[in-house]
């Protein structure tokens, strides 16, 4: 008996071995893919983590190279480490996933980056362009300028190539164009890193995976009087002899270059031709392709205030033809209040305050915006109003989407392809909560504000800027209200257009605000001055002025307002209103900050405020102090511009109690003020 018990306590001791040893053998054999993602995810986080400690490594060179308590040999040498290893690091897949913001935040924006996108032939090319310039202290001279191109058409295949030259050059654009001769890259900047004069143009093709750089053949073409074309060996400089300041940019249609000075009508344009050779044409002066368009009118401003609703809109004035005039502005004056309907004329307790925005003004088109805050009396939250006018000057019509484009599915489908750019990236997602059809709905009814009299009803709205067409879709109150989209004019394709006659003048124009400015001095009765928080400065739309900051009372209630003024006190610009001016009551004494930079990197001074606010309570009810901040951005046309969606985020996300919180924050988001 004794042997059979302890044949049976072996037996399971087998059998217990036995099944641990299949249990592991099993999972072996059953998940052999886990196994190997498992030596991948390890692979590729080993991999993360290489990349991540070569960046670091890089930037810690870089703050050698910039820090001048190091010798300048020791500093020297860190150079050419720098640029040697930023061209291995920049052949990393690794690399291309890094914004082009949080690139140059990496390297204490001491590179800039410009990356583009460009649909092919056969494939999208990404190309990306990084300038690195050594300090002076350590070169002893304005060259030691450094470009790298990078480009990918896929993750896998990345390529890096420093192009052979250190000079002062700055790069700040560039286009890709397939042509016959193969990929070509025209790069576009400054020849000096100090002074915008004089401007180069690089011609380079792609041979293999490299790029080599080709002449110029400029013909015997004739250039205007006091420019000057210098060529050296490859690239070709131009410079005007009249002037100090010049600018290179893309053009709208995006196959070459504009250069101009501070003279509009002595513009130079460098393109490429549909065979892919370069052209430099100076007959282009006064026409379309310098997108300015002038103006036969001029806008004022008009008010409608009664039982807590305040419209602001626009009237024309100046118009020769007086029967076209009356009837435009009434055509504004109803399409400004197209929404009172709903709200009645009695004492219903709604609270309704609507702005507008200029987004187009040409000699045919003129296109507003008009944003705004309605609070109803016990509702939950206020809501954020949006719609647009755009009209027809010529015809003297009313314009709808459905009267430019052709809503069908082709332009559904462009639409919900990422072509159209979210104004607000946060938004940019929100396309994808839409079917079809429902966008299909809501376009076709576009440009018509709920419960109006015109039967259908959709509230989405379209305008034009100077070189886009937006539309607006509803969205939930948690997501903003609504959601805005645009798209290039020349990213549309021509079979989606309706109404060709239109779209001939719908080229691109350096469109102009409206702002009313009286040129008289400053009313210190009805404005009060705060010192402390007025400077002289210098815009480049308006030269040296005192900005001044000021407190109002319209409707007794203190508000803020800010002003340019000349050297002799008269106004020279009136500024939009204040983003907190909106719901809320200035402090006295409370602008907290003012700055002067160019935020959103368009070579263009901007302004920014923090301000305090309360509701203007005494006692009971009352809500204590608290920042708010705005922008201002200047505009190329000397006018200055908000974003109300953008200063509302900034405030929401609690972006406002410095001006660096305002600048790190803006400094990420996608910013166009046309």
């Known amino acids: 008996m004794n042997h059979l018990k302890g044949g049976r306590i072996c037996c399971v001791l087998l059998l217990l071995i036995s099944c641990v040893v299949m249990n592991g053998c099993t999972k072996g054999q059953d998940s052999p893919t886990t196994e190997t993602n498992h030596t991948l995810s ?100 304005i060259g030691g300028k450094y470009t790298f191109i990078q480009w990918w058409s896929t993750k896998e295949l990345v390529h890096v190539q420093m192009l052979e030259d250190d000079g002062p050059k700055l790069t700040t654009d560039f286009v890709i164009r397939d042509s016959d001769q193969g990929i070509q890259l025209l790069l576009g900047g400054y020849v000096s890193i100090y002074h915008p004069d004089p401007v180069f143009v690089d011609l380079w093709e792609l041979s293999g995976q490299k790029w080599i750089q080709k002449s110029i053949d400029v013909g015997k073409m004739k250039l205007p009087d006091a420019w000057e074309l210098n060529k050296d060996v490859d690239e070709f400089i131009l410079e005007n002899r009249q002037h100090d300041s010049m600018s290179i940019g893309v053009l709208e249609h995006g196959d070459g270059f504009l250069i101009n ?64 005039q009356k009837s435009l502005n009434q055509i504004l004056k109803n399409e ?112 018509v504000l709920e419960d109006s009299a015109e039967g259908s009803e959709s509230d989405a709205f379209s305008y034009l800027t100077s070189g886009s067409l937006g539309i607006s879709i509803p969205v939930a109150h948690a997501a903003g209200d609504h959601a805005e989209y645009e798209i290039r004019l020349q990213q549309i394709p021509d079979d989606m257009k309706k109404n060709k006659e239109l779209w001939s003048e719908l080229s691109p124009v350096v469109d102009q605000s409206a702002t009313v400015v009286n040129g008289g001095r400053l009313d210190t009765n009805q404005y009060e001055v705060e010192e402390s928080q007025s400077f002289q400065t210098t815009f480049e739309g308006s030269g040296k002025v005192r900005f001044v900051s000021t407190y109002g009372y319209p409707e007794g209630l203190r508000k803020y307002f800010f002003f340019l003024l000349d050297d002799q006190g008269h106004i020279v610009y009136s500024f939009p209103e204040f983003y907190g001016n909106h719901e809320w009551v200035a402090r006295y004494g409370g602008v907290e900050a003012v700055a002067f930079k160019d935020v959103n990197k368009d070579g263009l001074k901007d302004v920014i405020i923090i301000a305090s606010v309360d509701n203007g309570i005494h006692g009971p009810g009352r809500v204590d102090e608290f920042p708010m901040a705005g922008i201002y951005f200047q505009k190329k046309n000397k006018t200055f511009t908000t974003l109300p969606a953008l200063d509302q985020a900034i405030n929401d996300k609690g972006h406002n109690q410095t001006i660096k919180d305002v600048i790190q924050y803006v400094s990420k988001q996608r910013i166009n003020v046309d």
């Open 42 to 141: 390890l692979q590729n986080d080993a991999k993360t983590i290489s990349y991540s400690k070569k960046l670091d490594a890089l930037v810690q060179k870089l703050h050698i190279v910039n820090d001048e308590n190091v010798e300048s040999d020791a500093r020297q040498k860190k150079i050419e480490e720098f640029t040697r290893d930023i061209n291995f690091l920049l052949n990393e897949p690794e690399s291309i996933e890094m914004k082009d913001v949080e690139f140059a935040e990496k390297f204490d924006n001491k590179l800039t980056v410009i990356t583009k996108s460009f649909q092919l032939k056969n494939q999208r090319l990404n190309v990306r362009v990084v300038n690195y310039r050594a300090p002076t202290t350590v070169t002893g001279t």
């Open 336 to 447: 400004a209040l197209k929404g009172l309907h709903e709200y009645g004329d009695s004492d219903s307790g709604v609270h309704l305050k609507i702005d507008y925005e200029i987004k187009r003004q040409s000699e045919r088109f003129l296109s507003i915006q008009y944003t705004g805050i309605r609070y109803v009396k016990k509702a939950a939250y206020p809501n954020h109003i949006f719609y647009t006018t755009n009209l027809d000057i010529k015809q003297a019509l009313r314009l709808r989407l459905s009267d430019l484009i052709k809503i069908e599915k082709p332009f559904i489908e462009l639409l919900k392809s990422g072509k159209f750019t979210a104004v607000e990236p946060e938004q940019k997602d929100l396309l994808g909560n839409f079917t079809q059809d429902e966008l299909y709905q809501s376009l076709t009814n576009a440009d």
């Open 261 to 324: 000075n501070d003279d509009s009508e002595q513009n130079i344009i460098i393109e490429f031709s549909k065979s892919g050779e370069v052209h430099i044409d100076s007959a282009h002066n006064n026409s379309s392709n310098t997108h300015i368009d002038q103006q036969s009118y001029e806008l004022i401003q008009e008010k409608y205030s009664k039982n807590g609703i305040d419209i602001k809109y626009p009237q024309i004035t100046k118009l020769e033809d007086a029967a076209k």
